[in-house]
């Protein structure tokens, strides 16, 4: 139990194989495909995803670098803070660069960020960059703002609960077990409401029904949320 608790705490890393997509198909598509060829043979080099907290748009920044540093390219993630810190010297000249968070860019990082789009764009690289927003609606640099439209542009759209609820007895046929209506509620109320913590918890139930020889039922569910650190409960 003690060690189940601890695989609750500790979330697999984001990759484009665990995001669920739901109604993301097309945009899961453009990013893979970036990701598996060398920026400078991909069919669109830019692209802007934008949503909601929670929507995904980080996972699916930090899933698409780690896709293009699996296939040999030159890749780097950079989670945009307040401090209006510049960018890494060095980033011009990679495969690929993921920007997240773009909205919290100070005055000298914006500038930052556009002599990096410029960059890449001439040298052959790709850029993916998220905001909380449409890139019209950022509040940045005027030709920032431009640059950021002129690739793709989506709107990540966070999966409902109904998608959600498929997504959970979807993973549970493949692991072999059935889920019922009643535990897939609960874990949608009790749960962290991001597709990895729900698929971690069902993982770590898998395993622990398998060890004490038990069905997933409400209560072994929240036998195993009451040991997890952090109570397994969604924010």
């Not at 019922?180 to 962290?192: F, I, M, N, P, T």
């Amino acid at each position: 139990m003690k060690q189940l608790a601890l695989d609750l705490a500790r979330l697999p890393p984001p990759t484009l194989d665990n995001f669920v997509a739901g109604r993301n198909a097309e945009l899961m598509q453009n990013l893979r495909r970036l990701a598996a060829h060398p920026a400078r043979e991909a069919a669109e080099r830019f692209i802007y995803v934008w949503g909601m907290p929670g929507s995904g748009r980080s996972h699916l920044l930090r899933g698409a670098v780690a896709a293009a540093c699996d296939a040999g390219a030159s890749a780097a993630y950079v989670a945009c803070k307040a401090d209006d810190k510049p960018f890494v010297e060095g980033m011009t000249r990679m495969d690929c660069v993921a920007v997240d968070n773009a909205d919290r860019l100070g005055e000298a990082a914006q500038i930052a960020l556009f002599s990096l789009y410029n960059a890449l764009r001439e040298g052959g690289g790709a850029l993916l960059v998220s905001g909380n927003a449409p890139p019209v609606q950022l509040g940045l640099r005027e030709d920032l703002v431009t640059r950021l439209g002129w690739g793709l542009v989506y709107q990540v759209q966070a999966l409902s609960d109904e998608e959600k609820a498929q997504a959970l007895t979807q993973h549970a046929t493949a692991r072999g077990f059935p889920l019922s209506a009643e535990v897939c509620a609960y874990l949608l109320q009790r749960v962290r409401r991001d597709m990895p913590s729900l698929l971690a918890m069902l993982d770590a139930l898998d395993r622990y029904s398998l060890e004490t020889k038990r069905q997933i039922t409400v209560p072994l569910v929240r036998e195993l949320l009451h040991a997890a650190p952090d109570d397994g409960k969604k924010d």
